[in-house]
């Protein structure tokens, strides 16, 4: 991201901050937040692979992500746990 791209993100991420972590997310401790967001958006991202994660509660990890949009649309837009772990799967090395 560019220095303009996040302070962008973070004004409109600023309208949104809540107080106490939305009943939708699932994080661990170990990955505290800076700040919790209304669940009303979707993030698109790229990365060169996903990876096993013991950190993280999908049990993946994107590596070197990228952000390439935010758009204002519902959760159920967003690609599914399942999605990921089948393309996880596809993959050539696993």
């Given at each position: 991201?560019?220095d303009?791209?996040?302070?962008?993100l973070?004004?409109?991420?600023?309208?949104?901050?809540?107080?106490?972590?939305?009943?939708?997310?699932?994080?661990?401790?170990?990955?505290?937040?800076?700040?919790?967001?209304?669940?009303?958006?979707?993030?698109?991202?790229?990365?060169?692979?996903?990876?096993?994660?013991?950190?993280?509660?999908?049990?993946?990890?994107?590596?070197?992500?990228?952000?390439?949009?935010?758009?204002?649309?519902?959760?159920?837009?967003?690609?599914?746990?399942?999605?990921?772990?089948?393309?996880?799967?596809?993959?050539?090395?696993?």
């Amino acid at each position: 991201m560019t220095d303009q791209q996040f302070l962008e993100l973070k004004k409109l991420f600023d309208t949104w901050k809540v107080a106490d972590k939305p009943k939708e997310y699932l994080a661990t401790p170990a990955l505290e937040c800076d700040i919790w967001i209304k669940p009303q958006i979707v993030v698109e991202v790229k990365a060169d692979e996903i990876t096993k994660s013991p950190m993280h509660m999908a049990k993946l990890a994107l590596r070197f992500p990228r952000l390439i949009k935010v758009r204002e649309k519902s959760a159920d837009d967003a690609t599914t746990l399942k999605e990921v772990n089948e393309l996880f799967k596809l993959q050539p090395m696993h």
